[in-house]
């Protein structure tokens, strides 16, 4: 079962899984969501709560994979005592945090907030002068 709205997430794992003859299937959150979790085997969670009520609603459950780099939102305690794997995709955003720190150091730097202001003054400025 997959927990999350991720772009594309069922259609990249349904052609992964469907090479071992496996399937996935993506919660409608308009509906309750005990009732679809119930015979899961897997878990891929987005940024939901996985915690020790969900967990109990699937007695076949055997891993809960983060969708991510933390697993902040799971019950990692409670899956290590009914001998549940807990996965992550460690390292998944490193590019992007990185790209992130050196665009937030050149705005910075380089004082783009209130260049910007400038511009858009001088630019109300020529229009209605």
Same mark, same amino acid.
């Given at each position: ?5 991720? !772009?594309?997430?069922?259609?990249? @794992? ?20 005990? /009732? /679809? ?49 807990? !996965?992550?995709?460690?390292? !998944? ?25 400038? @511009? ?10």
């Amino acid at each position: 079962m997959i927990l999350s709205h991720a !772009a594309d997430l069922k259609e990249i @794992l349904s052609d992964k899984l469907n090479q071992f003859g496996l399937t996935a299937e993506e919660v409608d959150y308009d509906r309750p969501l005990i /009732q /679809q979790i119930i015979d899961a085997d897997v878990l891929v969670n987005g940024l939901r709560k996985v915690d020790k009520s969900t967990i109990d609603v699937c007695p076949k459950l055997r891993l809960v994979h983060q969708a991510g780099t933390g697993i902040d939102n799971v019950d990692v305690d409670y899956c290590k005592l009914k001998s549940i794997y807990v !996965a992550n995709i460690p390292h !998944a955003n490193n590019v992007a945090v990185a790209e992130h720190t050196l665009f937030l150091m050149i705005y910075l730097s380089k004082h783009i907030k209130s260049a910007g202001e400038g @511009l858009m003054k001088r630019r109300v400025i020529h229009v209605l002068g």
